[in-house]
């Protein structure tokens, strides 16, 4: 699968003992084998290297399209609805929404793609007269084909924010992705990103050292 071009600065803290690697690897292929289409296109459409999406799919889920969380985020990459269509809107406002990527949001959504497609501002930011509500539903984000294409778009869109200089902070990227939008990591090193998350959210904290940490998931994918 594709990688970046740019490099990711990782951290020498840890999450995964040594002993875990073996077990984690062999999941992480299995799940990569049974999703590899829905991965694959997601990469190609996107340009978000399949690593990246099979570390958020593990973390997330381990690999169960069905699960529901009690914040109610739904399946593989762990979305929810009103989340689905922000995505939408954010990748159409950015200028990445591509022809390929609507025609596969028109398979799984039909006509109910135009909602997001014209939405003016986020769903947080819509007055309750001039919104109709989410288009999307639960059973769409169950759909791996769909989970898993948005959640690239959502995890593209913020490498693209955060691709500092020729550096892809995918720590930055990876705790926004976790912890919502706008959540706001702030400025320095990674290890000093690391300090200041961990006073906030040790599930925050612990999300980005289980991707880019010593032993994490991107670590382990790259194991002969």
């Given at each position: 699968m594709a990688e970046l071009a740019v490099p990711i600065p990782m951290t020498p803290r840890t999450f995964y003992p040594v002993a875990a690697l073996p077990q984690n690897k062999t999941?992480?292929?299995?799940?990569?084998?049974?999703?590899?289409?829905?991965?694959?296109?997601?990469?190609?459409?996107?340009?978000?290297?399949?690593?990246?999406?099979l570390s958020i799919i593990f973390t997330e889920s381990a690999g169960n399209p069905s699960i529901?969380?009690?914040?109610?985020?739904?399946?593989?990459?762990?979305?929810?609805?009103?989340?689905?269509?922000?995505?939408?809107?954010?990748e159409n406002k950015s200028k990445r929404l591509t022809a390929p990527e609507i025609e596969l949001l028109k398979k799984h959504l039909g006509a109910r793609v135009n909602g997001p497609l014209k939405q003016q501002y986020l769903s947080h930011k819509i007055k309750e007269n001039n919104y109709t509500g989410n288009v999307m539903t639960r059973a769409d984000l169950q759909?791996?084909?769909?989970?898993?294409?948005?959640?690239?778009?959502?995890?593209?869109?913020?490498?693209?924010?955060h691709n500092e200089q020729g550096v892809l902070r995918l720590?930055?990227?990876?705790?926004?992705?976790?912890?919502?939008?706008?959540?706001?990591?702030?400025?320095?090193?990674?290890?000093?990103?690391?300090?200041?998350?961990?006073?906030?959210?040790?599930?925050?904290?612990?999300?980005?050292?289980?991707?880019?940490?010593?032993?994490?998931?991107?670590?382990?994918?790259?194991?002969v």
């Open positions: 999941k992480m292929e299995t799940i990569g084998k049974k999703y590899y289409n829905e991965i694959k296109l997601a990469e190609t459409l996107t340009n978000v290297p399949g690593a990246i999406i529901v969380s009690s914040a109610g985020a739904v399946g593989l990459m762990q979305l929810k609805p009103q989340t689905g269509n922000d995505v939408i809107h954010l759909k791996p084909e769909l989970n898993i294409l948005l959640g690239a778009m959502l995890i593209g869109i913020l490498i693209d924010q720590d930055k990227a990876l705790v926004r992705y976790n912890q919502g939008y706008f959540f706001k990591p702030g400025t320095g090193t990674v290890e000093q990103v690391l300090d200041r998350v961990k006073g906030r959210s040790k599930e925050a904290y612990s999300y980005i050292i289980k991707v880019v940490g010593k032993n994490g998931l991107l670590e382990t994918q790259s194991m």
